[in-house]
């Protein structure tokens, strides 16, 4: 996907959202993620965790031009954060 968009002009700018572990755990259980067939076992998580190591995968990843933490805002604030980061329009509908 990015070379699609890169070879037709656009760009790709990378946002990565962070979240404490239990944090994350906490959230997995919250019911609006059933809607969006999201995972929401926290044992299955926790296996995840344990399987992959994720400092290799994160190296692996293209570096973001922006890092939130998801425990320090409301989404609405992280998204217009991100707006006015990235120089996107802003939409106000």
């Known amino acids: 996907v990015r070379t699609l968009i890169e ?3 656009g760009e790709v700018a990378f946002v990565r959202l962070t979240v404490p572990a239990a944090e994350q755990e906490r959230r997995l259980i919250e019911p609006s993620r059933r ?11 926790r296996e995840l965790r344990g399987r992959f190591d994720f400092d ?14 998801t425990m320090a805002m409301t989404p609405p604030e992280a998204a217009r954060l ?12």
């Not at 809607?35 to 998580?45: D, G, P, T, W």
């Not at 120089?87 to 106000?92: A, I, S, Y």
């Open 35 to 45: 809607e969006f067939a999201k995972l929401r076992s926290v044992e299955l998580l």
């Open 82 to 93: 991100i707006v006015e980061q990235l120089g996107l329009p802003l939409d106000e509908a």
């Open 7 to 9: 070879d037709s002009g």
């Open 56 to 69: 290799a995968l994160e190296a692996a990843m293209p570096p973001p031009r922006l890092v939130l933490d």
